[in-house]
Each structure stands twice: as C-alpha cells, then as structure tokens.
C-alpha cells in the first residue's frame, strides 16, 4: 500500500508530463479511492529516450515491480514483473481514474469500482448480502482484499477467509464489449449481482 504511516509523494514523468500525488494518514479520516492491480506475465516496453524509460522505471519500481533495463540499438527496454494483486491508494475518484488509466496503458491488469455514471461499456455489480471467498493460503487471501477494496466492498477479514459486500450499485468500465461480458462473468462467480446492457 503505499504511504500507510507517513505522507509521501510520488512524481512521475509520463509522456513528458509530470504528475503528482500523495496519500497520508490524516487527523480526520479522508474517503480513499483504490485501485488493485497486478501483471499476468512480465511486461516489456520500449523507449528512444533514456530519460522517459528511467521514469517509467522509477514509477513501476514504487508500485511494487521487479525491474529490469536494457539498452541497445539506441533504445531502452524496460521489463517489469509483478506477483499476484496489489493496491494504490488515492485521495479522489479523479486521481484514481487517472492512474488506472496509466496502469492499463503500461499493461497491468486494473480495477476500479466507480459510482458516477458510466462512460461507454461497463458492467455494473452489487451484493447486498456478504458473500464469502476462501483461500488455501494468507497471501492470496489479503491479494483478494486488495481486489475487494479496488470494487469497493466492505471487508471482513479472516486468517483464509474474506467476507465481502456492496449494498449499493457500482461500475467498471471496460475498454469493449468482450472485456466486459468477461469482467460480468467474473462479477457473477464472485457471487454479485450484475447489469450489462448488451
């Protein structure tokens, strides 16, 4: 998670233009907006400028990727690996959404829950009752907390257990049709009620 104790800051060049964001704990508790993310398999991309491919190093590396940077033939490639889900946290729906953009951009798997309208695709989920997921091991049990966070659940954890629920409507968005009718299937065996308009 980052920034759990201390207020710290992560600046970041993407595509020439810096962004900046900070999360910390706060006097008075502040909404936070989660975003769970993870790499199915190792990631690579290119880079002609060596500046660009250093800040997409530094920014993969603080969300938690093993980094690897090559340069030949006048490019740099970075790789980057990711085991199982994490979270970033943020302190507006603007700023998540603007992250989870970067993080589907840069080849990350990403979820989001949304409770404003949707824009294009989405598939839409709740599940007033709590609904319960076990696990074979503690790992994967706090990776799926991250999940539940990023859909915007209230939580019980267990040792190997999570409780989860949603008592009102959210989105996520999906970039076409195929993508969510598979996000909707997924929603579905996690045991959620769905809408998706075809």
Not at 53 to 70: L, P, T, Y
Not at 102 to 122: L, Q, R, S, V
Not at 161 to 172: A, C, G, I, K, P
């Amino acid at each position: 998670m980052i920034a759990r104790t201390l207020c710290r800051s992560l600046i970041v060049a993407l595509t020439g233009t810096v962004m900046h964001f900070a999360t910390c704990d706060a006097a008075e508790p502040t909404e936070q907006h989660v975003i769970a993310f993870r790499l199915a398999k190792p990631k690579t991309m290119e880079f002609e400028d060596s500046a660009k491919a250093k800040s997409h190093a530094d920014a993969v590396r603080q969300f938690g990727c093993d980094v690897k940077v090559e340069s030949h033939d006048g490019h740099t490639d970075v790789t980057y690996s990711l085991k199982g889900w994490k979270e970033a946290s943020f302190t507006s729906d603007e700023l998540a959404d603007h992250w989870e953009a970067w993080f589907d951009k840069a080849g990350f798997d990403a979820i989001h829950g949304h409770e404003d309208a949707a824009h294009g695709e989405a598939v839409e989920y709740r599940s007033e009752k709590w609904l319960t997921q076990s696990f074979d091991s503690v790992s994967k049990a706090t990776e799926f907390v991250s999940v539940a966070k990023a859909l915007g659940c209230e939580i019980k954890q267990g040792r190997q257990d999570v409780q989860f629920r949603l008592t009102s409507w959210r989105h996520l968005e999906a970039a076409n049709h195929e993508v969510a009718e598979a996000r909707e299937a997924w929603l579905k065996k996690l045991g959620f009620e769905t809408k998706h308009a075809d």
